[in-house]
């Protein structure tokens, strides 16, 4: 083990020379698969990882089993997660004793919490590399010490300070129309049932100038939408201006300078929390076209004693005053939500608060959860005052209201002809291409029927349509069909 702290260039050219002990194989090069559970933001980790792996002269395995070194880059907000890592990792025992050179590291929200860090090393030993969230810049040192050991032990940096924070590391972005940006890691609002401030740390915001270069190289690179992550992106620059860079800008600032790309085509950020969404930032939503006509705001809880037992900070009738204010500057602006069923205490009369300001707002998209108590948060602790059958029967009356309300604001579209960011060919049917619309609904449409004498689709400019359609492709589409998650129509022309 190299104890003496080396810089991310020693342990990239002593893997990249095979010096220093670090053999893994004759192979050359080595590949690897990440499998990402979780948010955008562990998306972006993972092409972060992968740009950094693809850097030091990996590459890319289409499957776990083709793989030399797989990272799983884990979550720990809600139980199923759990599950679902454990499971995939449980199988990969015998994977990992095939061939000596094989590695495994588990990074993101669960290897720096005691309870799943010690869950790990006690249950899967065979695993080689633990890895802080977010804690990129630490691969390659945990790479090299995992294939430089003697005798196997699992390598845990997660006592490590994060070795990533401001530098710009290289990525390798999944999605070509899509570039994820972090603006941010952490947080700082230790919502009581939430485990996020844990597992990531404190707020730590990224140097404007090195975002706005990120992005714009992005979009030099062909990216026609840029997504602004962080678990709450209203409180960019808070923790820099209390440590006295009291110019340090405001995240308007930074959307402001990011819609003014002339050759971007959206700008989505996400999260904002109620409490802290300026009328700053407001403003600039309803100022900038290439904004998203969308904003994703969790709620959680209509009561407001809820609410402050989850240490929200901010009122139900708070949340309805920004919905207005929202709706005026960006008239038709679409509000997607989270919210949490069964939160500890939960009575009837909570609950219908919930579904009260649920009809008000009519959200046009909701992410429901059963809540699940995160070991190490001050909820998990708390009684619950509901059956699980009750919980259950309250979930489900919740899901019936929004899958109510999301198909009435589906059926809105129907007759529009509508902007769409194409993403690709759809999962299911390689005559169907999906996208996104400017308000983020999911658009699913297929090509009119415009053949040649040769039976090719034809586009105005007489290629075939089909391949003049990929991921990035900017098109209308004629709205035929509405369903509760989706919206189906026909294309109509390229934007
Ligand atoms: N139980 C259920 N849902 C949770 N979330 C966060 N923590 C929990 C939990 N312990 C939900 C919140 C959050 C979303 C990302 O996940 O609604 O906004
Ligand atoms: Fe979790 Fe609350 Fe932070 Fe969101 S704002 S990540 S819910 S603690």
Redesign the pocket.
């Known amino acids: 083990m190299a104890t003496n702290k080396k810089d991310i260039e020693f342990y990239i050219d002593a893997i990249r020379s095979g010096a220093d002990g670090f053999q893994l194989t004759e192979k050359q090069p080595l590949s690897y698969f990440i499998r990402t559970f979780g948010?955008q933001q562990n998306d972006n980790d993972s092409e972060i990882a992968a740009g950094l792996l693809e850097f030091i002269g990996l590459k890319a395995a289409p499957c776990i089993e083709d793989a030399d070194i797989v990272i799983f880059n884990t979550c720990s907000?809600?139980e199923n997660a759990d599950r679902r890592f454990y499971g995939n990792l449980g199988n990969l025992k015998t994977w990992r004793s095939e061939e000596k050179h094989r590695r495994i590291g588990v990074m993101g929200c669960m290897p720096g919490l005691d309870t799943h860090n010690t869950m790990l090393k006690e249950s899967f030993p065979f695993i080689d590399f633990l890895l802080n969230a977010g804690d990129m810049g630490n691969l390659p040192r945990a790479l090299y010490e995992s294939g430089s050991q003697k005798k196997h032990s699992i390598v845990d940096l997660t006592d490590q300070a994060k070795e990533t924070g401001n530098p710009s590391l290289p990525v390798k972005r999944e999605s070509k129309h899509r570039a994820l940006i972090s603006i941010m890691s952490g947080c700082n609002n230790f919502c009581s049932?939430?485990?996020v401030p844990y597992a990531r740390g404190r707020e730590t915001s990224r140097d404007p100038l090195l975002i706005l270069a990120e992005a714009r190289a992005a979009v030099d690179n062909g990216a026609k939408e840029i997504m602004l992550l962080g678990q709450n992106v209203n409180s960019y620059g808070n923790d820099k201006r209390r440590q006295g860079e009291s110019d340090f800008p405001s995240f308007a600032w930074l959307m402001e300078e990011i819609a003014k790309f002339p050759d971007l085509s959206i700008l989505r950020y996400m999260t904002s929390h109620p409490k802290d969404l300026s009328d700053e930032l407001i403003e600039v939503i309803g100022k900038y076209e290439t904004i998203e006509s969308h904003v994703h705001l969790?709620l959680?809880s209509g009561s407001n004693r809820l609410l402050k037992q989850m240490n929200r900070r901010y009122t139900s009738e708070h949340y309805l005053e920004l919905v207005d204010k929202l709706r005026s500057a960006r008239p038709g602006i679409s509000i997607s939500t989270?919210?949490?069923v069964g939160f500890p205490g939960e009575t009837e009369e909570d609950f219908e608060d919930t579904l009260r300001i649920m009809e008000t707002v009519k959200f046009d998209r909701a992410?429901t959860?059963?809540?699940?108590?995160?070991s190490g948060t001050p909820a998990a602790g708390w009684e619950q005052s509901a059956s699980d059958a009750e919980i259950q029967e309250r979930f489900e009356r919740l899901l019936d209201l929004q899958n109510k309300h999301s198909l009435e604001s589906n059926e809105r579209c129907v007759g529009e002809n509508i902007y769409v960011l194409v993403s690709g060919l759809s999962k299911n049917d390689d005559k169907i291409f999906s996208g996104r619309s400017k308000d983020d609904r999911l658009v699913n449409f297929s090509l009119p029927d415009m053949t040649d004498s040769a039976g090719q689709d034809l586009t105005s400019r007489g290629e075939p349509l089909s391949s003049t359609i990929s991921d990035g492709s900017e098109v209308f589409v004629r709205i035929t069909k509405a369903k509760t998650h989706s919206l189906e129509g026909v294309f109509t022309g390229l934007a």
Not at 369 to 374: G, V
């Open positions: 948010c907000v809600r049932y939430c485990i969790p959680q989270d919210i949490i992410f959860f059963i809540y699940s108590p995160r």
